[in-house]
T-cell receptor, first 118, second 112 residues
Framework: AQSVTQLDSQVPVFEEAPVELRCNYS??????LFWYVQYPNQGLQLLLK??????LVKGINGFEAEFNKSQTSFHLRKPSVHISDTAEYFC????????????????FGQGTILTVHP | DAGVTQSPTHLIKTRGQHVTLRCSPI?????VSWYQQVLGQGPQFIFQ???????GRGNFPDRFSARQFPNYSSELNVNALLLGDSALYLC???????????FGPGTRLTVT
């Protein structure tokens, strides 16, 4: 079975400071990895994805993440945060189903609440 | 282009009742997945449908069922509602069964 662990439930930072949100995963098969952001009372917005290829992936709003297979991690980073980045962030993975015909099941971590202070 | 749409936005039901939630995917997307998000937790996978066939099922009781229509929209049905079914129900669509998923705004279900 696969799992995702987000190592910090809450991360407070000051505006314009760098931030890293940590995500570790466990899976015995190949994975696709994602970061989503959820603003209060809204659905999830895709920030970035790792499907294959370069291990450093860039997403929207200045976020990037690095896939590290040996450490089974996919940490999210931003060099300078804004007040508007305050939200909850979810790391997720998908793995193929038994027949290998679908990667449709996303397994999510518990979420990290990022709070940016002025 | 319109994103994933879900209806209704909010819903209040009584224990034992039945509920139907609806989802329209992004135009051109053929796969729809359903997730349950309980307050303070990450979403939990319920179902995935692709080309009207079930491609995956999460660890939910048989009270939960879903279907996908020829226009790729989808319904999630929950029978015999329990208080623990209170949650945000999220629908996500993707172009195929192996692509990234885009989420709708969700339906907030409250069971009293």
């Amino acid at each position: 079975a696969q799992s995702v662990t987000q190592l910090d439930s809450q991360v407070p930072v000051f505006e314009e400071a760098p931030v890293e949100l940590r995500c570790n995963y466990s899976s015995s098969v190949s994975v696709y990895l994602f970061w989503y952001v959820q603003y209060p009372n809204q659905g999830l917005q895709l920030l970035l994805k790792y499907l294959s290829g370069s291990t450093l992936v860039k997403g929207i709003n200045g976020f990037e993440a690095e896939f590290n297979k040996s450490q089974t991690s996919f940490h999210l980073r931003k060099p300078s945060v804004h007040i508007s980045d305050t939200a909850e962030y979810f790391c997720a993975l998908s793995t193929p189903n038994a027949g290998g015909t679908s990667y449709g099941k996303l397994t999510f971590g518990q979420g990290t609440i990022l709070t940016v202070h002025p | 282009d319109a994103g994933v749409t879900q209806s209704p936005t909010h819903l209040i039901k009584t224990r034992g009742q039945h509920v139907t939630l609806r989802c329209s995917p992004i135009s051109g997307h053929k796969s729809v997945s359903w997730y349950q998000q309980v307050l303070g937790q990450g979403p939990q996978f319920i179902f995935q449908y692709y080309e009207k066939e079930e491609r995956g099922r999460g660890n939910f009781p048989d009270r939960f069922s879903a279907r996908q229509f020829p226009n790729y929209s989808s319904e999630l049905n929950v029978n015999a509602l329990l208080l623990g079914d209170s949650a945000l129900y999220l629908c996500a669509s993707s172009f195929g069964s192996r692509y990234e998923q885009y989420f709708g705004p969700g339906t907030r279900l409250t069971v009293t």
